[in-house]
């Protein structure tokens, strides 16, 4: 007994994930599927410079989650009544995602811009898997068009996707994302 008392700890430490304020985590405990759709709005819990990166403090839009620096916003055309908006260079987001069919995806994203938007990409564990996505010019902020990106090869298994904004367009943003649904083909 008293070795088990010895080691029991020791196992413990080493089999349940080590969980602190430096981590991300999926949003309200539930890691998004694919193939299935991930709200944009839905990106991970966990501080500034971990889960996300906002260029500026303040979320200029809707408080709809958590106090957070990215902007969110409210719109009734939107998947779940919310996507992000306000977007600017730099700016990163983290959700954790659960492959669960290897093979090829197309991704559909519907989005905003006015005048023509900018250039992202997503990466998966570190790995850019789409090359750059332009977002259109779709007439004006408040008109989602769905685009797609198509031939995305993705791995069973875990991983940390990461959406990252690469360069904004004439309209001086990269665009509105409502969501990222993934199809397997
Ligand atoms: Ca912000
Ligand atoms: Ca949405």
């Keep these: 007994m008293k070795i088990l008392q010895l080691i029991l700890p020791a196992v413990l430490f080493l089999v349940v994930p080590h969980l602190s304020a430096d981590d991300t985590r ?12 991930i709200e944009a709005e839905h990106w991970d819990e966990g ?3 971990v889960a996300y990166y906002d260029i500026d403090e303040e979320n200029r839009g809707e408080h709809y989650r958590e106090k957070t ?3 969110i916003e409210k719109r009734s055309d939107a998947s779940n009544g919310h996507g992000i908006g306000w ?11 659960k492959v669960k069919k290897s093979g090829t995806y197309h991704i559909e994203m519907p ?4 005048k023509t938007g900018g250039v992202f990409h997503i990466e998966m564990n570190g790995k850019d898997v789409t090359g ?21 090869v993705l791995k069973k298994g875990r991983y940390q996707m990461k959406v990252l904004m690469d ?14 649904k993934f199809v397997k083909q």
Excluded: C, M, R
């Excluded at 977007?87 to 995602?97: D, F, H, N, P, Q």
């Design 26 to 37: 999926p949003y309200k405990g539930k890691v998004h599927a694919i193939p299935g759709l």
């Design 47 to 49: 501080k500034a410079g």
């Design 69 to 71: 620096q990215v902007d």
């Design 87 to 97: 977007t600017k260079k730099g700016e990163w987001l983290v959700y954790s995602v």
């Design 111 to 114: 989005v905003a811009s006015n």
């Design 132 to 152: 750059p996505i332009t977002i259109p010019d779709t007439g004006s902020w408040q008109t989602l068009e769905l685009i797609t990106h198509k031939n995305v």
């Design 167 to 180: 360069s904004v367009g004439e309209s001086n943003s990269i665009g509105d994302i409502d969501y990222f």
